[in-house]
């Protein structure tokens, strides 16, 4: 069973950076994409970033200002996120898609202070 637990959510200052790390366990296969997705107060579940083979998708909220790596070696993903901005708070999901089935982490918590 694949598990993709995240991390480095905490309270930061608006135009701070912060990144967070999720990784995948309980496979040997390597996902077929893996990305962020957040989740704000009374919001639907939205898209943030992915990365599918050699390329790279960031919602346009996000463009500029967030960058995910993939560390295939490691079988984990990165969002780096700077000038962050309180509309950027949420809780965030890590997500990987194996074959036909995604898996998703638990969630981290990114609070953004004016």
């Known amino acids: 069973q694949v598990q993709l637990v995240e991390s480095g959510g905490r309270l930061v200052q608006a135009g701070g950076s912060l990144r967070l790390s999720c990784a995948a366990s309980?496979?040997?296969?390597?996902?077929?994409?893996m990305g962020w997705y957040r989740q704000a107060p009374g919001k639907q579940r939205e898209l943030v970033a992915t990365?599918?083979?050699?390329?790279?998708d960031y919602a346009d909220s996000v463009k500029g200002r967030f960058t995910i790596i993939r560390d295939f070696a490691k079988n984990t993903v990165t969002l780096q996120m700077n000038s962050l901005k309180p509309e950027d708070t949420a809780v965030y999901y890590c997500?990987?898609?194996?074959?036909?089935?995604?898996?998703w982490g638990q969630g981290t918590q990114v609070t953004v202070s004016s």
């Open positions: 309980g496979t040997i296969f390597r996902a077929n994409a």
């Open positions: 997500a990987a898609t194996y074959g036909l089935l995604d898996y």
């Open positions: 990365v599918r083979g050699g390329g790279t």
